[in-house]
């Protein structure tokens, strides 16, 4: 395992501390706990958000953590969703009065630890909305089973309810436009190389030289098929396949591309993707109103990529563009 | 038999060491069909439960293991620690503040533990998870009455065999799931962590009432 | 090779393709030449910034093309000097009638092909300028030798030699302010992993799993030592010890701070860096004005980083803050 | 000897070959002390170099050679592009609207070549550079008049010389420089395809001859 670390077992908890190092004029983190919230948490009268999950996603979520986005992120454990008392105290120290929305990944450890927090917080008098991000598209859905991962998706609805919040949205307002953005997002994903969880000290599995997975899980779990290695513009329509026809993203339709580096991928080749997407696009007459190309939610240190739309209307537009000022994200 | 606090504590020790030894085998399985840390998660749990409760010899059962949920709640996260901390907690409420427990207990703890993981997971039994372990022990122990050393023996047996059918069938809840089709061939973490409890807790009675 | 490309020879056109689809908002790429500039250029009245080198260690040099740093990215193939030509057509493109300077680092082929470009554009009677970014301490320094290589440190100069150009100074003024970033910046940095050249398909060099470079050059020219790997708070102390001592940096000082992943050590890694970056820097009564945390001049796909530190006055701090608004780098 | 444009242009195609067939072990050269590109980037300015001047058999040879320059210096990059750019353009210089060259043209052109790559990389003798194997050969045609192939032989042998002499010394100059000690006991890939280059014109001009 090649890392730069110190002992596998402190690697949240130093991470955090570096964070917060870095970002003083942004975030703070919560004395003895795996929390952090922006510098002015509570902001008084706004509705505050809260994500998180396993660590392992840097910049996620922490690094969404400011003004037009989120007002805290819980690390739970690399890849491990975080407790409920750990969210329950995310929730107490940014709650300015006008209600917390849990932004959760479709994880069946996110969603009951979560909802548990939710219960307490409840159980305290805050007021707590949640929704549920399940983007990816890899994953069959049915009504039988847990439904869809949310992966790199999850952070437009950090980027456009976190705008709704700083416009001055109730809670059931950014709620609800939290949950138009789940409902109009698609993604998915594939992987070169695993990726090693620090406590473990071996990657979760191996890939063949001409080996590729796709429909990866951002937590190196298992995708939905082994391939040969593939070219980019082969790789690409393979996925946007899958992903346009989910919704489907028709002609007319205008939508924001999020091309989603997993961590060991360099910003060529998610250029070399974002060339072919914006070609396929252009052939189906979906128009790109915005594109992001870059590392939003990884798989530590995990070789690949994601590819994420989102159908927009007026309202999901004005909100993507509105200001945003974060350590990972930042619109003027 | 007749277990009281201190042996009560002895007996999650057992579970806490059973679990610790067989925390890369747990992980293992994990990696196969979910994220390689069920291992890590349950080992870092019950470490913590077995600080939590050293001092608790004096308390009643009920509170031990509320206390034991508890702490794997907030210690474990993932998908197994609100599931198990429920269960613990729920097996803490049904025993109450009783302060010795005794073989006619054990389906009543395990049916409050079952159910808590049901409220708490909303999965049944045949969707490959820790349900497909402890529902057909709690079967067994509830068939009839008064429970003995025999029964709980075929109830370890009965778990033991829901672990080898988690292999044959498709997960449909927990991150399992994910994998459709590709998740058959491969025995449940989960269901395996619950059988290795189950065994490390009839281990303890065995031993003990020999 | 587990790439996402298509043919190893267009991985710099294609780059190109997907970076302007990408960010039309920013940029746009000269017809036939390896050239992204803004998508305003030339700014009228307003001394342009040229910089550029071998692709490869993106976000730079395209990524700062915008408002308050760069008006010229030159995209040479991977790790090769771009030619004179492209860099003259950069310059002719982004000129604005305030004269042109010419953001070097320091390799002799960067040095040539700029310089025969500058003399290319005097012949033309545009007015350039140039200085040689030399911050990397990993190499000795000497009158005989060629000098010391520029490395992240160069996106200081970036930012604020551009936010001086931005306010209206002079091609005198940007230069003299450029230069003084140079003087005060230094770094180092280390790999774990060997990168891939596209075109080349197999590594420069190779690491076994318990080594590390210690001083690798961003071109995965080998470093000046290799090692057993070290844990991340024993490898900073290394790294920070040859950099404080060069200028050497004192208490009472103030200094930004750049943490800089050369491609696959995820943020993660980064901030645990950052973490030790810290907490030297405050034993040794230096402060900290501000942080950067994050890919800036990767080497591909290199596991490695480096660590930056740039002493500030009044002036620079300023600069520093100025609001920036690029692909890869914006402050509000 | 004499050669018309056509000839010079089949020498450098003949050099291109060369090179082209190098390509590979310039690029591993290249690899233990710099950054893995040499044999690319050459390959790359002599596949142009090629399509360039095919059809300049009617123009002068100065026009040639400073074409050859040109277009090295518009595609190879780096630090060899300027300098083997710079060194034909300047070849081409001292050869002027001549049509035909012969043997003692030779040290006039390489001289002129030297020069100018002394000119834009401001190196000497005994940096581990291109110069290292293009001084020794120059110095040795210089020595005695007229050229004949002997001294050509001579000269192409005092190159390769220099190229085994840079395995003996440190790098001060180009990207090798930056490796200080740890630059001894590796041949300089620039001296390398330096010597290629005179081994080519050599032996063109040799078979020529016979
Ligand atoms: N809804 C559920 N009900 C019961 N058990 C579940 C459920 N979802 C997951 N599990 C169990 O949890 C186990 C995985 O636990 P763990 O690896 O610790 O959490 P995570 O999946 O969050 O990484 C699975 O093997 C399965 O037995
Ligand atoms: N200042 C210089 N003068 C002469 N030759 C040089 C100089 N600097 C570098 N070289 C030569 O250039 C060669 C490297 O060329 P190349 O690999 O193509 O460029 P780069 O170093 O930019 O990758 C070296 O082996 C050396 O012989
Ligand atoms: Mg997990
Ligand atoms: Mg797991
Ligand atoms: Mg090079
Ligand atoms: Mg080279």
């Known amino acids: 395992m090649k890392k730069i670390i110190n002992n596998p077992e402190n690697v949240v908890q130093e991470m955090l501390e570096g964070m917060v190092a870095a970002y003083p004029q942004y975030v703070r983190k919560l004395d003895g706990f795996d929390v952090i919230v922006r510098a002015n948490a509570p902001v008084k009268g706004k509705v505050a958000l809260v994500s998180g999950g396993g660590s392992g996603h840097e910049p996620s979520h922490a690094g969404f953590v400011g003004k037009g986005m989120l007002d805290a992120g819980v690390a739970g454990a690399v890849f491990t969703s975080p407790t409920p008392d750990q969210v329950f105290e995310a929730i107490k120290a940014v709650d300015g009065g006008a209600g917390v929305l849990l932004i959760i990944k479709n994880y069946t450890g996110d969603v009951m630890n979560f909802e548990m927090a939710g219960e307490m917080a409840e159980a305290e008098g805050i007021k707590v909305a949640s929704v549920l991000v399940n983007d990816d598209v890899a994953v069959e859905d049915s009504l039988y089973t847990t439904g869809r991962r949310g992966i790199a998706g999850t952070v437009f609805v950090h980027k456009i309810a976190g705008a709704k919040a700083e416009a001055g949205g109730t809670l059931e307002d950014v709620k609800a436009v939290a949950e138009k953005v789940i409902k109009n997002t698609r993604s998915m994903g594939m992987a070169l190389t695993p990726c090693i969880v620090p406590a473990a000290g071996k990657p979760t599995f191996t890939l063949a030289e001409d080996e590729m997975e796709i429909g990866m899980g951002i937590h190196g779990e298992p995708g939905t098929k082994r391939t040969h290695i593939m070219k980019a513009d082969e790789l690409v329509d393979h996925l946007m396949d899958k992903i346009i026809n989910d919704i489907p993203y028709k002609s007319g339709d205008e939508v924001a591309v999020m091309i989603n580096g997993l961590g060991a991928t360099p910003l060529m080749e998610q250029f070399i993707m974002n060339r072919r997407v914006s070609q396929i696009l252009k052939e189906k007459g979906i128009s790109v109103y915005k594109t992001f190309v870059g590392e939003f939610m990884t798989s530590i240190e995990m070789a690949g990529a994601s590819i994420t739309l989102l159908k927009l209307d007026d309202e999901l537009k004005q909100l993507l563009d509105a200001q945003a000022d974060t350590p990972a994200l930042r619109q003027l | ?210």
């Open chain 2, 1 to 210: 038999m007749a277990v009281n606090s201190a042996e009560l504590i002895e007996i999650i020790n057992l579970i806490a060491h059973d679990i610790q030894e067989n925390k890369d085998f747990l992980t293992e399985l994990d990696s196969a069909i979910g994220d390689a840390d069920h291992g890590i998660n349950m080992s870092k749990g019950f470490k913590a439960v077995n600080e939590k409760i050293s001092t608790m010899g004096d308390k009643d059962c009920g509170s031990i293991l509320k206390t034991v949920g508890m702490t794997l709640v907030s210690t474990v996260g993932g998908a197994s620690g609100p599931l198990y901390g429920t269960a613990f907690m729920r097996a803490g409420q049904a025993v109450g503040a009783k302060k010795e427990l005794d073989f006619n207990d054990l389906p009543i703890i395990l049916d409050a533990a079952l159910e808590g993981i049901k409220m708490r997971g909303k999965a049944e039994k045949g969707e490959k998870t820790i349900i497909d372990a402890l529902e057909p022990a709690v079967e067994v122990l509830k068939k009839s009455s008064p429970v003995d050393i025999k029964l709980m023996e075929e109830a370890v047996k009965a778990a033991k065999d829901g672990v080898e059918y988690t292999k044959g069938i498709i997960a449909k809840k927990g991150r399992a799931s994910y994998l459709g089709e590709r998740s058959i061939g491969h025995q449940d973490p989960g269901a395996t962590s619950c059988y290795i409890m189950l065994a490390a807790v009839y281990k303890a009675i065995h031993d003990k009432n020999n």
